[in-house]
């Protein structure tokens, strides 16, 4: 698949580029992101730009990862990378995936982050025809919940060792977005907990 170039009201989502390199190597040094998520370690030029330049476009070519720069339009700067992960042959025959992200520190708190998941995930279901979209993050991590209700996920409870951080498993909170959540059809039917198919 080419990569998608999505505009909002404040933010422009396209490819991550190579004047983005040192913003990542910045922000892998931010705490707050390497406590709530896997970045590398120890996150040097080489690294960012090889995630940037390679595994990116990869994923895009290969139709299984699908990775965005999110930036604020009127200046440019980059808020984050945002992706929507895993359509292997399970995920795309399940007709779901992950989403996955980081914001840097400048821009947190601003709305951002909650409005390119929106864009993305809208995206995510019309042209990639998803019916769920995932997401996960340790229990101690109520911000990025929080974000995620807020566009419209579901919280569906708690996962028992699901996420691997610093080498010690840990539990998770479990999240769902749904095309209906957004007002969007679904690629097919749905038969909820208190419903019946007619």
């Known amino acids: 698949m080419e990569p998608a170039h999505i505009v909002t009201d404040r933010l422009d989502i396209g490819m991550l580029l190579d004047s983005d390199v040192d913003a990542f190597v910045e922000a892998?040094?931010?705490?707050?992101?390497r406590r709530w998520t896997n970045v590398p370690s120890p996150g040097t030029r080489e690294q960012a730009a090889h995630f940037i330049h390679h595994f990116c476009p990869e994923g895009w070519r290969e139709d299984t990862n699908y990775l965005f720069g999110v930036r604020v339009r009127d200046s440019g700067e980059l808020v984050g990378p945002m992706g929507i992960f895993g359509l292997s042959w399970v995920g795309r025959s399940e007709r779901m995936a992950s989403l996955g992200c980081w914001t840097l520190a400048a821009h947190r708190g601003k709305g951002y982050t909650a409005e390119a998941i929106?864009?993305?995930?809208?995206?995510?279901?019309t042209e990639l025809r998803l019916d769920r979209i995932e997401s996960v993050g340790e229990v101690a991590n109520?911000?990025?919940?929080?974000?995620?209700?807020?566009v419209g996920f579901t919280h569906e409870g708690t996962l028992r060792s699901r996420i691997i951080q610093d080498g010690v498993r840990r539990d998770a909170w479990m999240a769902s977005l749904l095309p209906q959540d957004l007002g969007l059809e679904p690629s097919m039917p749905y038969v909820g907990e208190h419903e019946t198919l007619v």
């Open 142 to 150: 109520r911000g990025s919940l929080a974000c995620a209700v807020k």
């Open 28 to 33: 892998w040094k931010d705490p707050l992101i």
């Open 118 to 125: 929106r864009a993305i995930a809208g995206w995510a279901f």
